[in-house]
């Protein structure tokens, strides 16, 4: 297959996978330039100046028009500008969100209601027009997030003063309405922070929801911890229902936030047992979501590692250490001097580095079988 055919073929790939497949492609072309020159280097390797002009001609070339055309990362500097890039886009967002927000508070009483449900009608829809042309005429996702995001916060104003406006009864369910509107943003143009905000306002709302079912009033649906259970589980298993062909990274996000809200809940019931719908003794209820809480902690961790999803195993492994040291915390910060419970920590941490080394071994062990 010739050069020009293998750039052919890339950029079609591009084009059904996107932007992701396109840098994906170009992570790869820099992991085998590396490994080559390592192995030319060791002497495993040899290529005729031929051979090695050709391939470097082939992946110049391919790099130059997947830049191009995807705008995507084809060098180190590259990707640490897109970092700071997105940095300030979400800053970006933020501001602007907040300027409209008090440009409206200030000017609002001023303007009569026909105006107000104009200007509320259009501000989202504007916002989502502005996406839409970035989009069009930008390939990296930078000002079309920055565009999402303003669109997502006018929208949330505007649930929010219609409300007001019509003496509306506040209810979660408009968390529900917030999130749908994200997640349509988020699946349409393929932005993480905007997923991001649909993951909370969908948990917001399921939680809420598990407050009223258990006779709480939805706005202190956050001093029961236990409401925020069942909807952590929904949010982990939803990548197991729905399948993410077009957005692979977007089930990372589901599983991470979802174990980190069920993980987050049973911690802070392990120390305020108070919170829990349990009827039995604080001690007890403590006592039972601290087993718990290592239990899942661990579950975790397996879960993780037989997937293949780091972000879990970190997630497990943090939550594991955190429930251990304030175990200890519990057990010997009153009588024991401080220099002796700082050094019994640090010589545990080298402990659990020994069982994770040993258990990392055994994992690289079962891969070379």
Sequence with gaps: ??????????????????????????????????????????????LSPEQQQRLTTHHTQLLRELGHQFDVDTTAGQKQMSLGMRVVSFLGALALAASVFLFFYRIWGLISTPIQLLVLICGPVLAVLAMEWTRKREHSPYFTSLAGLVAFAAFVLDLHLLGSIFNITPSPNAFLVWGAFAFLLAYAHDLRLLLVAGILCLLTYLSASVGTWR?????????????????????????????????????????????????????????????????????????????????????????GVRWGWPALTNLGSTFFVIDLYTKFYDWWWDWMPKYLFFLTLGLIAILLLMVFKRFRSRLFKECLA
């Design 215 to 303: 006779g709480v009033y939805w706005l202190s649906f956050g001093e029961r911890p236990e409401n925020f259970l069942p909807a952590g589980f929904l949010l982990f298993l939803v990548p197991a229902v729905i399948r993410h062909k077009d957005h692979p990274d977007f089930s990372g996000y589901y599983r991470l936030f979802g174990m980190l809200t069920v993980l987050l809940a049973v911690l802070i019931l392990s120390h305020w047992g108070r919170g829990s719908y349990v009827h039995l003794a604080t001690k007890d209820i403590e006592t039972l979501y601290q087993i718990l809480g290592f239990a899942l902690a661990g579950l975790t961790i397996w879960i």
């Design 1 to 46: 297959m010739g050069t020009d055919q293998a750039i052919d073929d890339a950029t079609a790939s591009g084009s059904a996978g996107d932007r992701n497949t396109a840098q994906q492609r170009v992570d790869r072309i820099h992991a085998f330039q590396a490994e080559l020159d390592q192995l030319q280097r060791d002497g495993l390797l040899a």
